[in-house]
Structure formats: C-alpha cells, structure tokens
C-alpha cells in the first residue's frame, strides 16, 4: 500500500516538473516570437531604399547629395518582370475557365499571343 502511494507520488513531482518546463519552454518561445515578428527588427522595404540610394549618393555633398536624395528616395520601384510564358500560361487557362472546344482554342491563341505584361 505504501508503495503504490510513492509511486503516485513519484508520479505527480514528475508531472509538476514537466508543468515547469513547459512553462519555461512557452515563455522562451514567446520572447523568441516578440523579436522575430517586431517590425524594428525586420528590415523593410524603405530600409533597403534608404541604404542603397545612400550607397548611389556616395561621393555627393551638400545640395547635390539632397536633390540626389530626394529623387532617388521618391521613384517608385522597378517594374516587375515580364510574365513567363508558363505564368502566362496558367493565367490564360485560369481565364479560360468554362470555354470548350474552338471557343476554347481561339481565346487561349489570342490570349498566348498578347504582349507579356
């Protein structure tokens, strides 16, 4: 009788040291979850601007550096590229939903054939 109240016992330490570790183990994990998804963290997009239109400026002083600044600082960013023609492809036949047969096949022909945007 004794011993199986020890080994009850011996069972509910081990459960509130698992509960410990656990617990410990959540809180690292949220901390880690803080730093990687705060935004001061994470480099952005104007960052990046920022650091190679100062990279471009490099050699300019004075007005010079700030009207370089000022419209590098204001382009927008480059053009995405061109569709490929698998991308093409998948739009074309996602558009083409529903078509059959010659209906099908004059619309894929003149949608394949435009400019690639």
């Known amino acids: 009788m004794q ?10 330490t081990l459960t509130v040291e698992t509960e410990k ?3 410990k183990l ?10 990687v998804f705060n935004p001061a963290f994470a480099a952005n ?7 190679a239109c100062n990279k471009d ?10 009207a370089f600044m000022k419209d590098c ?13 698998q991308e093409k492809m998948k739009s074309c036949n996602v558009d ?3 078509k059959k047969g010659d209906d099908r096949k004059a619309f894929m022909k003149e ?5 690639k945007a």
């Open 73 to 85: 600082l204001s382009k927008k960013p480059a053009a995405a590229a061109p569709m490929t023609q």
């Open 3 to 12: 011993q199986a109240a020890s080994s009850q016992n011996n069972a509910v």
């Open 57 to 66: 400026a490099t050699g300019k002083a004075g007005d010079d550096r700030k």
């Open 21 to 23: 570790i656990m617990k």
């Open 111 to 115: 949608c394949l054939s435009k400019p």
């Open 45 to 51: 997009a104007q960052q990046s601007k920022m650091a």
């Open 96 to 98: 083409a939903t529903g």
């Open 26 to 35: 959540t809180g690292l994990a949220l901390l880690a979850c803080c730093f």
